[in-house]
């Protein structure tokens, strides 16, 4: 089975001095050969992080809940995804 891994965000860090930065911490979990999918959760958030975190290509991993929060849609999209 292969390891996958969806993070819901709002794509802004709260690293404190010291821990790992989130985008060097993905890319250790993504050389384990784990596929990242990224959801935004917020109209705010901080895609360019987003896109750091998730595996490539970004169209194929990033996902953006808009003003509708239609997480139902993005499930579906997952879904058919994970299920190919």
Sequence with gaps: MDNI???MSDGHSNVLEGDTPTA???AQLKATGATVYTIAVSDSS????????????NAEHSFRVGADR???AI?????DKLCQ
């Excluded at 901080?46 to 290509?57: A, F, R, V, Y």
């Design 75 to 79: 499930a579906r999209g997952l879904l």
């Design 46 to 57: 901080n895609m360019n992080e987003l896109n750091n975190i998730n595996s490539d290509p």
């Design 24 to 26: 060097n911490a993905a």
């Design 70 to 72: 239609d997480y139902q």
């Design 5 to 7: 891994v969806i993070l």
